[in-house]
């Protein structure tokens, strides 16, 4: 690769970074200067090579960062060495070709300290800044803003004048701006360098102004650098505030996903389902099982995958979630404490049953390329596609059984039975077969859900016991069986929950949210928003 690479920037150095007579000879004489034992001679070298316009610099600075660099003994020749199982490849940085191998014992290598690995990232990104890669130059903008040496303005000003992206023009911009804050001998520049620098709300602005405003010699300077802190740190603050807004919506799609399927089957059965959760690491399993049959099968497919699994999962969770009504919770409607302690043995067996079957360990879950990565905004926001996603596919879930419940007839007599499950019999309707869809109903959404929490939690056979205590709490704040109100608990709970953990930590921020329920559902035992009707009032 380092060989490739030096072939590559010698054909291409020309166009990259002109090169002037006397190039060659300063080049030269400043690799062989790196052989001194005084890091202060390396680091004169160092900038002269980056400052010589060479188009072999940028292999050779990157070799002696990367610990490549060494001196053959016999003939103080500089090289780069490129490890090979017990020996060295050698070549000469000077002309790009492969002169031998060689031993550790015939090598030493150029040693570096601290501030000099600093001044090499500063002088590669200043190299790199002309690359026509456009991530090579964002990243090598973000390198020469870290290192801020004064001796990258002259390459700074020249990539700010031919870049032509917005993105990395706004951080060459704040490289510039970095370094003239920093170095600049005239005071009047650094306060307008210090006003470019208070646009940029970001947390490395907010130390480099800082130090400026308790370490410059100049009062005016500290004052402009102070004022130009208190803006960034409001800005910060607003972002912050924007990001633990955006956590809280995340946790409150998770709550909603893991609770809804559970708002469900409470509301219409009065069924506490302690076995609720396991159902969700089905589907949580069901979707590793989905991935491991597309990555023997069809490779090609693993993209669409979660679209695979998400069906899949509502088939076999809902199916499960079917047998076990049939099987022993409709033998148990009116006896809430008896339906509590058989579905907590069934959750047992699940868990056991899953354990058998995957083992006890944590299955890997892949994530599509679509879901993958994040979107960065300024002042450290960061947006991940995953949580994203989940945000969009809970909205859609509850989008759909809406749907359901209001526009079909299966709906229609759901919520007959919910409201009055004697008059809805008189009238003709069979509600042991409505029991029955509602709880596979309820437990194929609990299924979607644990697709969704596959990305983001651990798929395990206790995945489930962390959402089941908060799918209750959702389901029992918002109103049992109320699907708007499932919806309005589950965002209120997750966005109290990430504004209360940067102030009492997680685990005290969760007990205060619990301890708020338990005193609000004092005030109203049915929840935000009750369910209406002969039987629910009675």
Known sequence: ?????????????????????????????????????????????????????????????????????????SDKKVLIGEKSHEVYRLTDPLTGQETGQAPSKELKKIRINNKLRGLLRGAIGGLTLLSPDPDKRLAAADAVFKARSADMVPVLEKALQREEESQIQERLARALAAIQASHNQDPAQKVIAIDQLSHYSEPDVRALLGNIAQNDES???????????????????????????????????????????????????????????????????????????????????????????????????????????RSVIRYLYGRPLETLLATWGLSLILQQFMRTLFGPTNQEVGTPDWMSGFVEITGGLVLTYNRIAIIVFSLFVVLLLALILRKTAFGLQMRAVTQNRPMAASMGIRTGVVDMMTFGLGAGIAGMAGVALSQIDNVSPNLGQTYIIDSFMVVVFGGVGNLWGTLVGAFSIGIVNKFLEPVSGAVLGKIIVLVAIILFIQKRPRGLFALKGRAVES
């Open 219 to 325: 009062e005016i300077v500290r004052d402009a650098a102070q004022k130009a802190l208190e803006r960034v740190e409001q800005d910060l603050a607003r972002w912050a505030l924007l990001g633990n807004l955006f956590q809280g919506i995340s946790l409150g799609s998770v709550l909603l996903l893991a609770a809804v399927g559970l708002a469900i089957t409470f509301g219409v059965m009065g069924v506490i389902n302690m076995a609720h959760g396991e159902l969700v690491m089905l589907g949580a399993y069901t979707t590793f099982v989905v991935q491991d049959v597309i990555r023997s099968a069809a490779p090609e497919l693993f993209e669409y995958s979660l679209f695979i699994a998400i069906p899949a999962a509502f088939i076999v969770a809902g199916s499960v979630g079917m047998l076990i009504e």
């Open 1 to 73: 690769m380092v060989f490739r690479m030096l072939s590559v920037l010698l054909l291409m150095g020309g166009f990259l970074i002109p090169t002037v007579a006397f190039a060659a000879g300063s080049f030269e004489d400043a690799l062989a200067n790196l052989n001194s034992r005084k890091f202060k001679d390396k680091q004169q070298a160092i900038t002269r090579i980056a400052e010589s316009g060479d188009a072999r610099a940028l292999v050779t600075l990157e070799a002696l960062l990367a610990g490549q660099l060494f001196t053959r003994k």
